[in-house]
């Protein structure tokens, strides 16, 4: 007969999730408090080993409060209204839990302590929320031992942040809009697996911007007060998109995926345009990138017979993410150094400027002299970016997997944010 209670292990995972980049733009909201969209959303689920936002969450054992509290990169943060809710409703759901069996331990009224990391720098320009709020709500999922299903946290992540949803499966995922007035059809789901298309890349232009953008929220939120445009868009065009680009990714039709990404991120500038008064997120650098690979996929279409090469797409800022084909990828590259020759002349050669892109910098010299002929023809069209520093670093990166549990309770010490004590190491 045991005389003490066995000592329980530290209720406390560890979590890592990806970014995800859309190629059918979520913007506007039918429903603030529920984070339902006014439109369908697909996105393309980006390699994490490249980029990726990493929390732990630690349930305080012999806390009296129920404080939740959060460190980003290292820092004490205010908890966002958001991210309260999101605590709630998962705390909630394990007091469900522990009503039901007396015999669970009582992680439901504790303290929760919160650390994330992203290891990309907020510097390169890269909205991390989705990536962050995915990956805490697997995290605390598993801290909290409540085990739902993906598309549960999915539905838990999107209260965090709308685009999160998507950063829960790997490969290509939709979210489906729903049109239950509760919520409960608007969920993510993947499309393809990460496997499905392995040729399929991206290469993240970072663009330097000097001013800083109006935030998602507060602009999608004019956007649905104030433009026409808008309501034409979730009507008449994105439900045709929605099949269409499914389809395509289906398919492997890079030809339609790219004319469809296209327009889809134009309308969405579009429609940022006809907010009122208007949103810009794009900039002369990204207008550049536009011609730039306007006249490349017109040049190199004489060459392969494709319609298409590269497919740009813009978020709300004005960095280009390009997809496109891993054998086009050094082609490209080179071709967006050419067009940008000061960030190479200025020694930008660096790793921290190109990382995993470096492999592709140089011309082998059997390409050396059709790479020229190229680069004249598609510069003939657009020239030279004549300004400095146009681009401030290049990420290259593929199509990756959903969220990873890296560990748990005292399998999870080496892994964790924090230290034994429960605070950010
Ligand atoms: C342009 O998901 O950041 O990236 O739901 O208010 O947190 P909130 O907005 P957020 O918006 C993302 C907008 C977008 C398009 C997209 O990712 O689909």
């Given amino acids: 007969q045991k ?17 995800n980049i859309a190629v059918i733009k979520y913007w506007g909201k039918r429903s603030e408090a529920l984070m339902l969209p006014t439109n369908s959303s697909l ?43 999101l605590v709630a409703t998962m705390r909630k759901l394990r007091a469900d839990l522990e009503a039901k069996d007396s015999s669970l331990p ?38 909290l031992q409540l085990n739902l299903p993906r598309p549960q946290v999915s539905a838990l992540a999107r209260l965090g942040s709308g685009s999160a949803c998507r950063s829960l499966f790997g490969g290509f995922v939709a979210w489906d809009m729903g049109s239950k007035p509760d919520g409960s ?7 393809a697996s990460e ?99 306007t006249k490349y996929n017109e040049v190199k279409s004489k060459e392969n017979g494709r319609k298409y090469t590269v497919a740009y797409t813009f978020d709300a800022g004005p960095n280009a993410v390009l997809y496109l084909l891993k054998d086009d990828v050094a082609e490209v590259l080179r071709l967006v150094n050419a067009f ?26 059997d390409k050396v002299k059709a790479e020229k002929d190229l680069e004249t023809e598609v510069l003939k069209g657009v020239k030279h970016f004549e300004e400095k520093g ?9 199509i990756g997997d959903g969220p990873r549990i890296l560990g748990t309770g005292s399998n999870g010490r080496e892994v964790s944010l924090f230290k034994e004590d429960g605070f950010p190491k």
């Fill in 390 to 398: 146009g681009l401030k670093r290049i990420i290259y990166t593929t």
């Fill in 106 to 143: 009582s992680l439901a009224n504790k303290a929760l302590h919160m650390a994330s990391i992203n290891n990309f720098p907020t510097a390169a320009g890269l909205a991390s929320s989705a990536s962050g709020l995915a990956c805490l709500a697997v995290a605390i999922d598993a801290a």
């Fill in 3 to 19: 005389t003490k209670k066995a000592r329980t292990d530290t209720a406390e995972a560890t979590a890592s999730a990806p970014v």
């Fill in 43 to 85: 996105s393309l689920t980006l390699d994490q080993d490249q980029l990726q936002s990493k929390t732990s969450v630690r349930v305080i054992a012999d806390s009296e409060s129920e404080d939740a509290r959060l460190w980003l990169n290292g820092k004490e943060e205010k908890i966002t209204g958001r991210v309260r809710n």
């Fill in 195 to 293: 496997t499905h298309w392995p040729e399929m890349c991206a290469l993240i232009l970072v663009a330097s911007a000097t001013q800083k953008e109006m935030p998602s929220t507060a602009g999608m939120q004019t956007t649905v007060e104030t433009s026409p445009l808008l309501q034409h868009r979730i009507s008449a065009v994105v439900p045709e998109r929605m099949q269409s680009i499914e389809k395509a990714i289906q398919a492997r039709d890079f030809d339609s995926f790219a004319e469809i990404t296209m327009r889809d991120s134009n309308q969405f500038h579009a429609v940022c345009l006809d907010t009122f008064p208007p949103i810009f997120y794009l900039n002369h650098v990204s207008h550049r990138v536009i011609s730039l690979i």
């Fill in 340 to 365: 940008f020759p000061h960030n190479v002349a200025a020694g930008a050669a660096s790793d921290e400027y190109y990382g995993m892109a470096k492999q592709f910098v140089h011309a082998p010299a």
């Fill in 185 to 191: 059809d608007s969920v993510a789901r993947q499309v």
